[in-house]
């Protein structure tokens, strides 16, 4: 390694013969490895018989360790981050620290590899050319369903990430807000023994998960078709007001003024100047 660098490096999310040879020879040549659970990651290491410097960097102690690991990068040696399965960053630690190195001048360079959610997308069966990752919701009811009431109307996909104890209780409330027959593909212990996807409606997977107690255990990714476009009803007439008014005024006051004076639907009206 010619020049002090942090490599992103991506592991297995289960098998381990998804790591590929070069996150090896980089995990392998490194000075040190950032990792989210050492312990876990040390495993993993032993496993391919890498012997490595290991130092834990996650949520609560990441503002600190970047500072250390720029230190080490001045020092003109090389770091790659690590979390626990998958690729750093996405929903796991990782933010903090590659922005305090890049900020402080140091190149990152990501080593590409597993992605639980793109994994589940690409053997999914859902429409794939937009998407939006929003991760993990809420971990209450009420705060659950207020968010997915947010997401009811996008049209592109929709990927989550969930957790054994909660997903029958997410599911429940993906059907109250988008509706039973919205349909959605469970995709649960990717690339590991018990790997499934299973892909329905809300309501059916509600069903059959509740059916199998076995269904409900393990990491998951919940992947929800995005909703049906709307055809508009405005008038030509409506839509002139409206883009007359939005000329000066915001999107929600211009959308409210063109309802009173056209008769045309307020939320129609405003779904047209933002979307």
């Not at 991506?10 to 990792?35: C, F, H, K, M």
């Not at 009803?233 to 003024?257: F, G, H, M, N, Y």
């Given at each position: 390694?010619s020049?002090?660098r ?6 297995p999310?289960?098998?381990l013969?998804?790591?590929?040879p070069r ?5 392998a ?8 659970d050492t312990?876990?990651s040390?495993k ?8 490595a410097?290991l ?5 609560h102690n990441?503002r600190?360790?970047?500072s250390l690991?720029?230190?080490r990068?001045?020092?003109g040696?090389?770091?790659a981050?690590v979390?626990?399965?998958?690729t750093p960053i996405?929903s796991d630690p990782?933010?903090?620290?590659v922005?305090a190195?890049?900020e402080?001048?140091?190149?990152v ?9 793109v994994a589940?997308?690409s053997?999914s069966?859902m429409?794939?050319?937009?998407f939006?990752?929003?991760g ?5 009811s009420?705060?659950?369903v207020k968010a997915l009431?947010?997401?009811?109307d996008?049209q592109e996909?929709?990927i989550f990430y969930?957790?054994t104890h909660?997903i029958v209780?997410?599911l ?19 690339t590991?023994?018990?790997?499934t996807?299973?892909?329905?409606t809300?309501?059916a997977?509600?069903?059959w ?11 998951f990714v919940?992947?929800?078709?995005g ?6 009803l405005?008038?030509q007439?409506a839509?002139r ?11 929600k006051?211009?959308a409210?003024?063109a309802?009173d004076i056209?008769g ?9 100047l933002?979307?």
């Amino acid at each position: 390694m010619s020049s002090p660098r942090l490599y992103v490096v991506a592991t297995p999310i289960g098998n381990l013969g998804d790591l590929s040879p070069r996150a090896q020879q980089i995990l392998a040549e490194v000075d040190l490895i950032a990792a989210e659970d050492t312990r876990h990651s040390g495993k993993l290491l032993q496993h391919f018989n890498i012997k490595a410097n290991l130092i834990s960097v996650h949520d609560h102690n990441e503002r600190q360790r970047a500072s250390l690991i720029i230190d080490r990068l001045a020092a003109g040696e090389s770091v790659a981050l690590v979390s626990d399965a998958g690729t750093p960053i996405i929903s796991d630690p990782g933010f903090v620290l590659v922005r305090a190195v890049k900020e402080a001048g140091f190149e990152v360079s990501p080593v590409p590899g597993c992605c639980a959610f793109v994994a589940a997308l690409s053997a999914s069966g859902m429409p794939s050319d937009r998407f939006s990752f929003i991760g993990f919701l809420p971990a209450k009811s009420g705060a659950r369903v207020k968010a997915l009431e947010a997401l009811a109307d996008r049209q592109e996909t929709l990927i989550f990430y969930e957790s054994t104890h909660r997903i029958v209780d997410s599911l429940k409330d993906m059907a109250q807000a988008l509706g039973d027959q919205r349909r959605v593909c469970v995709a649960r212990e990717l690339t590991k023994t018990f790997e499934t996807i299973h892909t329905d409606t809300l309501g059916a997977v509600i069903e059959w998960m509740l059916a199998d107690a076995n269904q409900q255990r393990g990491e998951f990714v919940v992947i929800v078709e995005g909703a049906a476009p709307v055809e508009t009803l405005l008038t030509q007439d409506a839509i002139r007001v409206l883009e007359l008014l939005a000329a000066e005024l915001p999107p929600k006051k211009a959308a409210a003024l063109a309802a009173d004076i056209t008769g045309a639907n307020k939320k129609e009206l405003y779904q047209h100047l933002i979307g």
